[in-house]
């Protein structure tokens, strides 16, 4: 059975720091992609960023780019998300999801990783909330 358990969520204040952790199991790790997504409040769920254990390659959308940066420990089979100087519009729920059919992972995922509908498992959510 997959699992995919997001922690590390926290009320921080704008300009402080927080990293997520997305624990993974039930599926294997190194042949999947692990994405993370976000929705704030009456808006629709983002991409975040994405990491291909395998290779390490990782992927960010342009707002949170030079901000943020996505890690991943194979022997934990954890992704984590480092967030820096957040801001107001990082606040929202956080979501680790997992491509785990490997053929989805193609030359083209530099192009599609932040396509919800490609992810087959996703977690609960955390909660980050960012304070002016």
């Known amino acids: 059975e997959v699992h995919l358990v997001e922690s590390g969520g926290a009320l921080v204040q704008t300009g402080g720091s927080l990293r997520l952790a997305c624990a993974a199991s039930?599926?294997?790790?190194?042949?999947?992609?692990i994405g993370w997504f976000r929705q704030a409040p009456g808006k629709e769920r983002e991409g975040v960023s994405c990491?291909?254990?395998?290779?390490?390659?990782?992927y960010y959308a342009d707002s949170v780019k030079g901000r943020f940066t996505i890690s991943k420990d194979n022997a934990k089979n954890t992704v984590y998300l480092q967030m820096s100087s957040l801001k107001p519009k990082d606040m929202a729920a956080y979501y680790c999801?997992?491509?785990?059919?490997?053929?989805?992972?193609?030359?083209?995922?530099?192009?599609?990783?932040?396509?919800?509908?490609?992810?087959?498992?996703w977690g609960q959510g955390t909660q980050v909330s960012v304070s002016a």
């Open positions: 999801a997992a491509v785990t059919a490997s053929n989805k992972i193609g030359t083209n995922w530099p192009y599609r990783w932040a396509l919800e509908y490609l992810y087959d498992y």
């Open positions: 039930g599926f294997t790790f190194d042949d999947s992609a």
């Open positions: 990491i291909t254990p395998r290779d390490g390659r990782a």
